[in-house]
């Protein structure tokens, strides 16, 4: 039979996300990786940092700019004001400065009353001065076109993002915050990995690796935990530890590492080592810009009855009924399909238990599963699980999946455990 073990279906539907933003943030952000998004929200931060949070010092400079302007207009009325013990706020647009707050004083008929304060700073001649003062819904001062068009005194040093040509040094807080929502939109579309991929990525790896090995006589185990994936549009990394001793008794714990792409609606691994060993370079068959990735063919079906399985028989694999139920449906039911052809007539069928519901599938195996070793059934379940849980989420036919492995005479082959991972049954 071929062997399938060497490439995986999975069914590819890009996401795309359109944000309405300023002039000033509308660099487009879509082509950049993981790192570089990672490197501009640090470089907002720091943007932020550095000139739009309020500094304590000139925070407290602020104010008894503030309390001097307010105390003043008050004590021209003869009328005395308290100020409040907490609730002050301050902005900051590089060295504009607003203070808000509120303060209680008695009028003339003695009533007590309670005004908010509202007060926009610049610095003139060295030192705060107020130009706009808002105290309750009264006006007491407005310089504010007496304000420069940039809000700061001195110009800012440039600090130009490398990926987007953008000088953050000059965007406002908003303009900023703005952006990194956008990262955010294209970190969770485009650059979060897919647990049912990177399932499917890992099976790759795991099989690549341990035939390596094998074939130098070594048994491996691999980690418990400490599995890292990272994800930049269909481009998979994984990394990981795995043990062994070496023939002399040695023990081992080299790094696992490798790069994974899809090519003709299949992923491949394009580079994998261990250790310092570069055991796998396509490196050079990657496409050279990863955003562009291929969408993966999605071959038409006839609708028809799939056949009933023959017992002890290695019939072909049989096609999946087409049951238009919702979106997504005919790229599932191809998707399954191709994943059986991966299969070369293993699996005779996959089929939900309820066509309503696609969350629990049987998956039909023929008689070569008695002939397969201990661990290659383990091999064979997590691989073939993987590939479904994949297709059915990213064809948004369902999310959280089940599946049952049974033979041509419906006997149980393989359970899922309460504790997680499959039982094997016979």
């Known amino acids: 039979m071929k062997r399938f073990w060497g490439s995986f279906l999975i069914i590819i539907l890009l996401l795309a996300q359109g944000i309405s933003l300023g002039a000033e943030t509308a660099a487009d952000i879509s082509a950049l990786t993981t790192k570089e998004l990672n490197t501009l929200t640090a470089e907002i931060n720091t943007a932020l940092e550095r000139h739009h949070t309020p500094d304590k010092n000139l925070n407290v400079l602020a104010l008894s700019v503030v309390q001097s302007e307010v105390e003043s207009h008050f004590t021209a009325l003869g009328i005395d004001v308290t100020w409040a013990w907490i609730n002050y706020s301050y902005t900051r647009e590089w060295d504009f400065y607003t ?8 009028d003339k008929n003695g009533k007590s009353q309670k005004a908010d304060v509202y ?52 965007m406002g807080s908003e303009a900023l ?25 890992l099976s790759l790896t795991k099989y690549t690796v341990e035939q390596y090995f094998l074939q130098r006589g070594t048994s491996i185990t691999w980690a418990w935990i400490n599995y890292e994936y990272t994800r930049d549009w269909d481009f998979y990394t994984v990394s990981t530890h795995i043990d062994y001793a070496d023939k002399n008794g040695t023990w081992h714990k080299p790094d696992v590492y490798a790069e994974a792409y899809p090519t003709n609606s299949h992923y491949d691994l394009y580079y994998l080592t261990v250790g310092d060993q570069v055991i796998l370079d396509e490196r050079s068959r990657l496409p050279e810009k990863l955003y562009d990735s291929p969408e993966p063919e999605m071959t038409a079906i006839t609708p028809e009855p799939a056949p009933e399985a023959e017992p002890g028989g290695a019939a072909a694999a049989a096609e999946i009924p087409a049951p238009a139920i919702q979106e997504g449906m005919a790229d599932y039911v191809s998707g ?20 309503d519901y696609y969350d629990v599938i049987s998956v039909i195996v023929g008689d070569v599963w008695y002939e397969l070793e201990e661990t290659h059934k383990d091999r064979f379940v997590e691989i073939a699980v993987a590939g479904i849980q994949s297709i059915s989420a990213v064809t948004e036919v369902s999310f959280n999946v089940s599946v049952y492995f049974y033979d041509g005479a419906n006997q149980p082959l393989a359970m899922p455990k309460l504790t997680g991972g499959y039982q094997i049954m016979r």
């Open 119 to 170: 007060a926009e700073l610049f610095p003139q001649n060295g030192h705060f001065a107020v130009y706009y003062l808002l105290i309750g819904k009264e006006t007491i001062l407005n310089r504010r076109e007496a304000l420069p068009a940039e809000f700061w005194v001195k110009r800012p040093e440039k600090r130009v993002n490398q990926a987007t040509g953008l000088d953050l040094s000059v």
């Open 99 to 106: 203070v808000s707050t509120h303060i209680d004083y008695k």
């Open 177 to 201: 915050r703005s952006l990194k929502t956008r990262i955010t939109g294209e970190m969770k579309a485009h650059h979060t990995p897919v647990t049912a991929t990177s399932n499917l990525v």
């Open 336 to 355: 399954m399909n191709e994943l059986m052809d991966l299969f070369d007539g293993m699996i005779l069928d996959i089929k939900a238990v309820n066509e």
